[in-house]
């Protein structure tokens, strides 16, 4: 069969969205397939917007058997056999909408293009043969602003087989993008409440520098540059499997995630325990408090405690990354399973 996957992305900014595209192609092409990818590079800024969708609505797929769509806007492009799964809305314009992420005013002008981006979105959903999501978060969005069903259909790693656990050191890992919505600032802050020699690390990139100085600050004007290590790149997969390998445990802390995330199910397929918020979203349909991880409030002081807990009751911190594990095969977290879904 020949399958065309779609998907935009902000040039020179790598994360999980490209993930879940190259992986099933991958995965496509094992299985006998021929397959495209398609990227539109597209920016989440207002008065660009509409010109980057009809960009979509132009594309001609009829070459293609099945067309497969992710990140917003793909879903506008029209094909008799579209298939979407729905990684996220332009969350500014949805759920984001009344937070302080919306990032321009409230005004008419910005409700009107609010509005006519819904209207636009329930009308190519409406066109897909099936709709899939990466979350239960992400699908109930979908019913709650679209009015839309769709099944969760869960993205797995890439060869998860290289992931393992070698150790448990002193050191709490953290890798993902360096941005304020993934919240690295509450880790940082929370050691300086922290009675045991635990240890934090931050591994990733930035689409910006001011973030990343931030942090930098804040571990500086702390004096706690001896006790986290601010690795401001985007590593290797080989750096990234050693360094959980070793690890004591991981944390990941977005506000209102998407789904759970790659950094949690890294975490998962190298028997670590994982530390999250209680409104981080999607990432607690994965991980279960004081079975496969620990869940706090988004608090320094609380997240200090639980680092500490880590470091003091290391055995409980194994069991729990022996049942992060266990708790993949509940969720049918598998390329098999991702498959026969989307090509049914």
Not at 162 to 184: A, G, M, P, T, W
Request: aromatic share 10%.
């Amino acid at each position: 069969m020949r399958i065309a996957l779609c998907s935009t992305m902000v040039p020179f900014v790598h994360g999980g969205a490209r993930n879940i595209v190259e992986w099933l192609q991958t995965m496509l092409v094992k299985a006998g397939h021929e397959v495209e990818r398609v990227y539109l590079p597209e920016l989440d800024v207002p008065e660009l917007l509409f010109q980057q969708m009809m960009a979509f609505r132009w594309v001609d797929l009829s070459a293609a058997d099945l067309v497969i769509c992710f990140r917003p806007q793909a879903h506008l492009i029209r094909h008799p056999n579209k298939v979407v799964w729905f990684i996220h809305h332009l969350r500014s314009f949805y759920d984001l909408w009344d937070t302080g992420y919306r990032g321009f005013p409230d005004d008419l002008g910005h409700r009107g293009i609010r509005d006519a981006l819904r209207a636009s979105d329930d009308a190519a959903l409406a066109e897909a043969r099936l709709i899939f999501t990466n979350s239960k978060q992400v699908s109930d969005r979908l019913s709650d602003f679209n009015g839309v069903t769709s099944e969760v259909l869960y993205p797995p790693l890439i060869a998860p087989e290289r992931f393992y656990c070698r150790s448990f050191n002193d050191e709490i890992v953290c890798i993902c993008r360096l941005e304020h919505h993934k919240r690295q600032h509450l880790l940082v802050e929370a050691m300086k409440y922290t009675r045991t020699p635990v240890r934090l690390r931050l591994c990733g990139s930035s689409s910006g520098c001011g973030y990343p100085e931030l942090l930098r600050r804040a571990i500086e004007g702390n004096a706690l540059d001896k006790r986290i290590v601010l690795d401001e790149r985007w590593i290797s997969e080989e750096e990234k499997v050693e360094l959980l390998a070793s690890c004591l445990a991981s944390a990941y802390f977005p506000l209102d995630e998407d789904s759970y995330g790659y950094p949690s199910l890294e975490s998962s397929y190298s028997s670590k325990a994982i530390l999250t918020a209680s409104d981080s979203g999607g990432v607690l349909e994965l991980v279960e408090d004081g079975v496969n991880g620990v869940v706090v409030d988004p608090e320094p002081r609380a997240i200090a405690v639980a680092m500490d807990n880590f470091y003091l009751q290391r055995e409980r911190t194994k069991e729990m990354g022996v049942a992060a594990m266990k708790k993949l095969s509940e969720l049918n977290i598998s390329w098999e399973h991702v498959l026969r879904r989307l090509l049914a």
